[in-house]
């Protein structure tokens, strides 16, 4: 049994990760046994992902005031939280490649940006690159029209080489 104390220092610790998250994902874990759940648990660390089955009502205490604030209403049954740090898609890939293997996992809501998305858009957001994946995006979108300028102004310079070489070899050949 939870002690008042207990479930203040659930809510705050829920409020502070909340605070500052970029997603929250919430499933259905019923029907997931004790070792199951620690694997859920271990590749969720592993990847940075914060997990947490909470009660509702705290779990609804907690996150008033942030923007996941909007998934506060269908937060109903049995669910395990599991909220994204600096990569949003960082959860929903978590709880999406565990789901594979373990049909007993079913996502309800996922808050993002401050609005709710279906259980449908958990691929949507798992496809999102990572941090450093968008950077090495954006480096190649801005590189390319600079490297297409490089070579067409070398393009006049090799035409005219490959010529004298064509020359050349014409040359040699007679």
Do not use: W
């Not at 992902?49 to 005031?65: D, F, P, Q, S």
């Not at 209403?73 to 049995?78: K, S």
């Not at 690159?129 to 490089?150: E, F, G, H, N, Y």
Request: with cysteine.
């Amino acid at each position: 049994m939870l002690t008042l104390e207990d479930k203040k220092a659930i809510v705050s610790e829920v409020a502070e990760v909340a605070a500052n998250s970029t997603a929250v994902v919430a499933a259905d874990y019923r029907g997931l046994s004790v070792t199951e759940m620690t694997e859920l648990r271990r590749a969720a660390r592993e990847t940075g992902v914060y997990l947490r089955v909470v009660k509702n009502t705290l779990a609804k205490r907690a996150i008033a005031g942030t923007e996941f604030e909007c998934v506060a209403d269908q937060l109903q049954g049995p669910l395990v939280l599991a909220f994204s740090g600096e990569e949003p898609s960082s959860a929903a890939r978590v709880i999406k490649d565990f789901a594979k293997e373990h049909d007993k996992l079913e996502t309800r809501v996922i808050g993002f940006g401050g609005q709710t998305l279906s259980a449908a858009d958990l691929d949507t957001l798992a496809k999102m690159p990572t941090r450093d994946q968008a950077i090495s995006m954006l480096m190649a979108a801005m590189k390319a029209p600079v490297t297409k300028l490089v070579r067409t102004l070398a393009e006049p310079n090799n035409k005219l080489a490959r010529t004298f070489a064509a020359l050349r070899d014409q040359k040699d050949a007679a």
